[in-house]
């Protein structure tokens, strides 16, 4: 089946505009996540949904990064007035319900969203 | 804190040489410890996980509590085993997010 999808893939924006990042998980997975990956590093962690409560938000850098998913399904992560620091690869990854035993469910990975600010 | 550390930002080794990926990490509690790959062009899938305790295309990598590490080994390196290696850990209340090191790059050279 499809999995993770992100659009756009590339986008750049000038400092002070504002972006919106697209995320469609794979069909029937209830936990979503957002990543920020900054260049040669890691992913880091911004943001959980579980359907469409967003239950950690404890990685989002500002008040300027918010993140929604109305429908518990597409999600949307929004960067307003934007600065070159937030320049990086966004990474949305989706999976089921984590359960009690037996450990985490595997998370997916999309293709990322690559954002240029000038 | 939470913390994972990969030493490593290149790993360059001959095929047929053996591999070790080293990973150690921080954690206050039984984490789950994880190797993620992203092959050139392609998006980051998981390798393995220590609770699978399972061999993956030749990988395998064992807890060790004692020395905090979750090291990543096969005995004979293939070309197609040159990709970005992320060494990860969960074990949080809410829906398990990832922490990740910061990657170790192999290449096998022919």
């Known amino acids: 089946g499809a999995g993770v999808s992100q659009s756009p893939r590339y986008k750049v924006a000038k400092r002070g505009q504002d972006v919106a990042l697209r995320c469609d998980p794979i069909s029937g997975h209830v936990s979503l996540f957002w990543y920020q990956q900054a260049l040669g590093q890691g992913p880091e962690f911004l943001t959980y949904?579980?359907?469409?409560?967003?239950?950690?938000k404890s990685g989002l850098p500002s008040d300027r990064f918010f993140a929604e998913r109305p429908e518990g399904s597409v999600s949307t992560l929004k960067i307003q007035r934007t600065q070159q620091e937030d320049s990086a690869v966004y990474l949305c990854?989706?999976?089921?319900?984590?359960?009690?035993?037996?450990?985490?469910?595997?998370?997916?990975f999309g293709p990322g969203t690559r954002l240029l600010v000038l | 804190a939470q913390r994972v550390t990969q030493p490593e930002k290149l790993l360059s080794v001959f095929k047929g040489a053996p591999v070790e990926l080293k990973c150690n990490y921080s954690y206050s509690g039984s984490p789950e410890l994880f190797w993620y790959v992203q092959y050139s062009r392609q998006r980051l899938q998981l390798l393995l996980r220590?609770?699978s305790r399972e061999s993956i295309k030749g990988f395998t990598a064992d807890l060790n509590k004692g020395e905090t590490s979750f090291h990543l080994k096969k005995p004979f390196a293939q070309e197609e085993d040159s990709a970005m290696y992320y060494c990860?850990?969960?074990?949080?209340?809410?829906?398990?997010?990832?922490?990740f090191g910061a990657g170790t790059i192999l290449r096998v050279k022919s």
């Open positions: 949904f579980q359907n469409e409560a967003q239950l950690d």
């Open positions: 990854a989706s999976s089921t319900i984590s359960k009690a035993e037996g450990g985490q469910e595997t998370q997916y």
């Open positions: 220590h609770i």
């Open positions: 990860a850990l969960s074990g949080f209340v809410y829906g398990n997010k990832l922490v």
